[in-house]
C-alpha cells in the first residue's frame, strides 16, 4: 500500500488556487500548507492580510492534517457538551473553526493539509475549499523532468 505523499509541486498548485480564490473573493488571505506530519511546506500571505492570521492559517492545516477532519467538522465535536470537548487545547493549540481541510490521496490517506486565514469563516472555508479540491481533481502532481 502506498503512502500519500504531498510534495512541494502540489502543495504549489494548492496554494496557487486558493489565492486565485481570494483575489476572486476580494480578500486577502494567508494560506498554509502542510505535509502529512503536519510541517509547513508552502505559505504565502497576500498585500493586506491580518498578521494575526498568519498561525492561525498555520495552526488550522496542523489541525487538519493531525486530525484528519476538518477543522469546521472537529468544531462540531468540540462544542459544549460535545465528544471532543476541550481538545482545542490538546497538540500545542488546535484550531475547532472552518478554514482546515485535509488533502486526501487517492488512497484515501491523508497527504497533507490547507489552513486559510484572515477572512470570515465562511470566507476562510470557500478559499480553502478552492485550493483541496485542485488536490482532489488532479490527485498528487507529476514530477517534473
Do not use: C, W
Not at 473573493?25 to 510541517?39: E, L, R, Y
Not at 490538546?90 to 481541510?101: A, S
Amino acid at each position: 500500500m502506498a503512502n500519500a505523499r504531498l510534495r512541494l509541486a502540489d502543495a504549489r498548485l494548492v496554494l496557487e488556487a486558493a489565492l486565485g480564490k481570494a483575489d476572486e473573493i476580494g480578500q486577502p488571505m494567508n494560506v498554509a500548507v502542510v505535509d502529512g506530519g503536519g510541517h509547513l511546506l508552502a505559505f504565502a500571505r497576500q498585500d493586506g492580510a491580518i498578521l494575526g492570521s498568519i498561525d492561525i492559517a498555520v495552526r488550522k492545516a496542523r489541525t487538519a492534517v493531525l486530525m484528519a477532519m476538518t477543522t469546521e467538522q472537529l468544531g462540531v465535536s468540540a462544542a459544549p457538551g460535545g465528544p471532543l470537548y476541550g481538545i482545542e487545547v490538546t497538540n500545542g493549540g488546535l484550531v475547532i473553526f472552518g478554514g482546515g481541510i485535509p488533502l486526501t490521496g487517492q488512497d484515501g490517506e491523508v497527504a497533507g493539509a490547507i489552513g486559510v486565514s484572515a477572512g470570515t469563516v465562511e470566507q476562510d472555508v470557500a478559499v480553502a475549499t478552492a485550493g483541496a479540491e485542485t488536490f482532489s481533481a488532479d490527485g498528487p502532481a507529476q514530477p517534473s523532468g
